[in-house]
């Protein structure tokens, strides 16, 4: 067989098990999607999702290297859910009303947990802003459904889309580790929602079931955690900034 034939087949066989890798794993990118759009706005389409899921899974077929440890799965999930993020990025379809006050309300976490030493509560925050309860809890309720990319700004100084998914910011290893420290002393409710939704990918009416509340309620932790997290990284960055 002559070189030319010899790496034509390489490549058709190369192309073959791409294929398969992408049939075997459709069902992952349905599987990512739902799950994503279960905490967007329904103005959101699965079907974008999906198609945008599809081209992340191409993607990966394409470029998996199995002598690196990790499974096809756990990477081709990491650069589907990419992939989808990445296109709502471009659609930019969070109001910009809901992304500055969560702002806000990250910012009251951070001022109140400061003077005070502890956790600042519901009613502390809502206080704070000058809402009443209900109010507030809108607000997190809300802003927990534009929860997508990073918390703000990516660690090397990025410019991402605000009020984001904290996990997929995690590519620098400093940044995952304060993350997983800011997860760690989360109030313990918050922490539970935290483990349930992104680890065992748990939706928020399941969630609601396990801890016996509302799912609105348990969208309420959620963005409330989110908004925690944003405010304690803030003073990560800071900190990281000054000795830089």
């Not at 599809?54 to 499974?71: D, K, Q, V, Y």
């Not at 009020?163 to 313990?188: C, K, T, V």
């Amino acid at each position: 067989m002559t070189a030319a034939r010899s790496y034509e087949s390489a490549g058709t066989s190369r192309a073959h098990a791409d294929d398969g890798l992408i049939l075997r794993h459709a069902d992952l990118v349905k599987r990512i999607a739902y799950h994503l759009a279960g905490r967007l706005p329904p103005t959101v389409e699965v079907d974008d999702l999906i198609q945008a899921g599809m081209i992340g899974l191409i993607e990966a077929a394409s470029n998996f290297n199995s002598t690196r440890g990790a499974s096809f799965e756990t990477y081709a999930g990491i650069r589907i859910r990419g992939a989808m993020i990445d296109a709502l990025r471009k659609l930019d379809w969070a109001p910009r009303s809901v992304r500055s006050k969560a702002r806000d309300v990250a910012r009251a976490i951070r001022e109140i947990e400061n003077e005070t030493g502890r956790e600042a509560r519901d009613s502390d925050i809502a206080e704070r802003l000058g809402l009443a309860l209900g109010d507030y809890h809108r607000i997190v309720q809300n802003a927990a459904s534009c929860q997508l990319s990073s918390l703000e700004d990516s660690p090397a100084g990025e410019s991402v889309a605000a009020d984001a998914d904290p996990f997929s910011a995690a590519a620098d290893e400093d940044f995952r580790g304060a993350l997983a420290a800011a997860i760690n002393q989360l109030p313990e409710r918050e922490r539970l929602v935290m483990s349930l939704y992104y680890r065992d990918e748990l939706n928020l009416k399941e969630i609601g079931l396990v801890l016996k509340v509302t799912e609105s309620r348990i969208c309420q932790l959620h963005g409330q955690a989110l908004s925690r997290l944003k405010a304690r990284l803030a003073e990560w960055r800071g900190r990281t900034d000054e000795l830089a």
